[in-house]
């Protein structure tokens, strides 16, 4: 019973992985500005070459290993597995999505990127598989300076996002945007996302109580005897 519960929240948290990265990638061929780590990631394509999803694993390794010099652990394994997944499907959906021909078209891919990050960020933290590798990190600063948690994100996106932007990275109104609303949107769909994998990995544990119990035979007959 434990292993089935393990592999459904493994499950989740693959499907949030790919539904953020989704998002991600609605983002950037909305072609409006893009969240401040994609900022980074796109201007190191730009100066360095290789893909914008090897630049998410390869920038994810580097912070992940900060992280590990910082608390003297290395995280768990759902970051990795975010740092690899990531970046390979943001490169997979890359092949198939493209930016809208008209400024409409452009400003509601960019909108349903930000819902649709929002609900992949809410998939992926409700199954509890470990955090991704920049909340790693802001983890570790977090309890090493004492600082609060929002002082330590925002500096860590103004940092990354300055960085970013002098490398030719593509800051713009969507970048804006997602700043301001991300925040909000996790606030709206972590709840929501938790309820439904709760329930998902209760339900599974019902089914395979069912699957385990005790059946009887014409059990309105009062003699009824158990098979097992």
Same mark, same amino acid.
């Given at each position: 019973?434990?292993?089935?519960?393990?592999?459904?929240?493994?499950?989740?948290?693959?499907?949030?992985?790919?539904?953020?990265?989704? !998002?991600?990638?609605?983002?950037? *061929?909305? #072609?409006?500005?893009?969240?401040?780590?994609?900022?980074?990631?796109?201007?190191?394509?730009?100066?360095?070459?290789?893909?914008?999803?090897?630049?998410?694993?390869?920038?994810?390794? +580097?912070?992940?290993?900060?992280?590990?010099?910082?608390?003297? *652990?290395?995280?768990?394994?759902?970051?990795?597995?975010?740092?690899?997944?990531?970046?390979?499907?943001?490169?997979?959906?890359?092949?198939?999505? #493209?930016?809208?021909?008209?400024?409409? !078209?452009?400003?509601?891919?960019? /909108?349903? &990127?930000?819902?649709?990050? &929002?609900?992949?960020?809410?998939?992926?933290?409700?199954?509890?598989?470990?955090?991704?590798?920049?909340?790693?990190?802001?983890?570790?600063?977090?309890?090493?300076?004492?600082?609060?948690?929002?002082?330590?994100?925002?500096?860590?996106?103004?940092?990354?996002?300055?960085?970013?932007?002098?490398? !030719?990275?593509?800051?713009?109104?969507?970048?804006?945007?997602?700043? /301001?609303?991300?925040? #909000?949107?996790?606030?709206?769909?972590?709840?929501? +996302?938790? =309820?439904?994998?709760? =329930?998902?990995?209760?339900?599974?544990?019902?089914?395979?109580?069912? #699957?385990? =119990?005790?059946?009887?035979?014409?059990?309105?007959?009062?003699?009824?005897?158990?098979?097992?």
């Amino acid at each position: 019973m434990k292993t089935a519960k393990g592999l459904r929240r493994w499950l989740i948290f693959l499907v949030g992985m790919m539904i953020m990265s989704l !998002g991600i990638v609605l983002m950037i *061929e909305a #072609n409006l500005g893009v969240a401040p780590w994609d900022v980074l990631h796109i201007g190191l394509t730009k100066q360095l070459g290789l893909t914008v999803g090897t630049w998410s694993i390869l920038v994810g390794f +580097c912070i992940i290993s900060l992280t590990r010099l910082l608390t003297k *652990e290395w995280p768990q394994i759902g970051a990795f597995l975010n740092m690899i997944l990531v970046g390979i499907f943001i490169d997979i959906f890359r092949l198939f999505i #493209n930016t809208p021909t008209t400024m409409i !078209g452009q400003y509601v891919m960019l /909108l349903v &990127g930000v819902i649709v990050i &929002g609900y992949g960020i809410g998939l992926y933290i409700a199954p509890k598989c470990g955090a991704g590798p920049r909340d790693s990190l802001m983890i570790a600063i977090t309890e090493k300076s004492g600082w609060k948690v929002q002082y330590v994100r925002g500096a860590m996106e103004i940092v990354v996002l300055a960085i970013g932007w002098s490398l !030719g990275g593509p800051v713009f109104v969507g970048t804006i945007i997602f700043s /301001l609303t991300i925040g #909000n949107v996790v606030g709206f769909t972590l709840p929501q +996302c938790q =309820r439904i994998v709760d =329930r998902m990995i209760e339900r599974g544990d019902q089914i395979e109580n069912i #699957n385990k =119990r005790t059946v009887r035979v014409n059990h309105h007959d009062g003699v009824s005897k158990e098979v097992r």
